[in-house]
C-alpha cells in the first residue's frame, strides 16, 4: 500500500491564481480530512469527508474547496490564493471518524503564494 | 472541546528514558488519548492511543491517570531519530464535536 499520497510536494503561487492540492489514499478509508501547519505551530483542520458525496468545513475553511467524488481521492482547492494561504498543507485518512481510530497523514505540500 | 496541556520543549539523552507529560483535566468519557509525533519535514506519525488502561506498542507505551486527567507518553529508550514534536490530542469516539486538535505540542532534542 502506498498510503497517504499528495502532489505536489511544493508549489509557488501568484496571489490570485487557483490551484488543486491532490490527495489520494488505496486504505479504503472512509474519513479523510485537511490540515494546514503554519511555521512554528500545530496542524489546524480546514475540511474533513466522512464518505464520499459527504463534506464539512473545520476550523479555517475560508478561501478553501474541497468535494469527495470517491472513495480515494481527496482534492483540496485554492479559488483565489492569497499570502495568508502560505503554509504546509497535509492530508490525512482514517478508517473512520471515530476517536479509537489512528489517522494516517501524507508527506505534505509546501505552499508559497507570491 | 476537551483541551490538553503539554511542556514546550524537553530534552533527553541518547538510551535513556523519556517520560512526556500531558495535561487534560477537562477530559470527557468518550475521549480517547492520542499521541502523535512529527520529525522535521514530514506528515505527523501514530505513535499511541489509549482510552483507559495502559497500553504498548512497539514504538512506546502510554500511561494513564486513574481519573484520566493526565496521561504520560514513555519512550523506552530515546534514539536521535525521536527527536521530534510530540502532540497529545484527544479524540471523541461519538460522531459529535470537531475532529484532531492539535496544540503547540512538546518538542523532544536527544542528545548523544
Known amino acids: 500500500n502506498a498510503g497517504v499520497t499528495q502532489t505536489p510536494k511544493f508549489q509557488v503561487l501568484k496571489t490570485g491564481q487557483s490551484m488543486t492540492l491532490q490527495c489520494a489514499q488505496d486504505?479504503?478509508?472512509?474519513?479523510m480530512s485537511w490540515y494546514r501547519q503554519d511555521p512554528g505551530m500545530g496542524l489546524r483542520l480546514i475540511h474533513y469527508?466522512?464518505?464520499?458525496?459527504?463534506?464539512d468545513q473545520g476550523e479555517v475553511p475560508n478561501g478553501y474547496n474541497v468535494s469527495r467524488s470517491t472513495t480515494e481521492d481527496f482534492p483540496l482547492r485554492l479559488l483565489s490564493a492569497a499570502p495568508s494561504q502560505t503554509s504546509v498543507y497535509f492530508c490525512?485518512?482514517?478508517?473512520?471518524?471515530?476517536?479509537?481510530?489512528?489517522?494516517?497523514f501524507g508527506p505534505g505540500t509546501r505552499l508559497t503564494v507570491l | 472541546d476537551a483541551k490538553t496541556t503539554q511542556p514546550n520543549s524537553m530534552e533527553s539523552n541518547e538510551e535513556e528514558p523519556v517520560h512526556l507529560p500531558c495535561n487534560h483535566s477537562?477530559?470527557?468519557?468518550?475521549?480517547?488519548i492520542h499521541w502523535y509525533r512529527q520529525l522535521p519535514s514530514q506528515g505527523p506519525e501514530y505513535v499511541i492511543h489509549?482510552?483507559?488502561s495502559n497500553v504498548n506498542n512497539r514504538m512506546a507505551s502510554l500511561a494513564i491517570a486513574e481519573d484520566r486527567k493526565s496521561s504520560t507518553l514513555i519512550l523506552h529508550r530515546a534514539t536521535l531519530r525521536d527527536a521530534a514534536v510530540y502532540y497529545c490530542?484527544?479524540?471523541?469516539?461519538?460522531?459529535?464535536?470537531?475532529?484532531?486538535?492539535f496544540g503547540a505540542g512538546t518538542r523532544l532534542t536527544v542528545k548523544p
Open positions: 490525512a485518512s482514517s478508517p473512520s471518524r471515530g476517536g479509537h481510530n489512528e489517522q494516517f
Open positions: 486504505m479504503n478509508h472512509e474519513y
Open positions: 469527508s466522512v464518505g464520499a458525496g459527504i463534506t
Open positions: 477537562t477530559i470527557s468519557g468518550t475521549d480517547y
Open positions: 489509549g482510552l483507559t
Open positions: 490530542i484527544l479524540r471523541d469516539v461519538t460522531l459529535a464535536g470537531n475532529d484532531m486538535r
